[in-house]
């Protein structure tokens, strides 16, 4: 199993899964999966078509936001409020270490509005430092 990092009530964030993994990622009470790997990123690593098959067979919903080492941007946030939006239920996120996935999730909080503060903390009680996000999830909150 996973090293599964709880973020707040909605998302928990995960290293690499593998399509094994999914049905007691099911069984955890999870309802909906987010891929933040680019397909091909290392050697081994399952394919973005083999998750989404083993997801859904599953019965998890399945969405692929690839973050790669070029960064951000406003659709990839976008795309993981809509999948956070329409999960019926606890999502998990994973990427290789999942610190994209946790990056990726407090951008999305602070252009929904959040404090910055309280995205931070949730962030490090996860394990996660998320202050070198710190001036944009000030800007995207729009207390910069």
């Not at 990123?41 to 998890?60: H, I, K, N, T, V």
């Amino acid at each position: 199993m996973p090293d599964i990092r709880r973020i707040d009530d909605q998302v928990s964030v995960a290293p690499q899964l593998f399509p094994e993994e999914l049905a007691d990622i099911a069984a955890l009470g999870f309802k909906a999966v987010v891929n933040n790997r680019p397909d091909d990123e290392e050697p081994g690593q399952p394919s973005d078509a083999d998750m989404r098959a083993a997801a859904e067979a599953a019965g998890l919903a399945y969405t692929s936001i690839p973050i790669t080492h070029a960064g951000f941007s406003h659709p990839q946030i976008d795309a993981m409020a809509d999948a956070l939006r329409s999960a019926d239920g606890p999502v998990l996120a994973y990427c290789r270490s999942g610190t994209r996935s946790c990056n990726l999730w407090a951008l999305t909080q602070a252009k929904a509005g959040g404090d910055p503060d309280a995205i931070t903390e949730s962030g490090a009680g996860a394990g996660y430092n998320l202050s070198g996000l710190r001036p944009m999830l000030d800007a995207l909150s729009g207390r910069a």
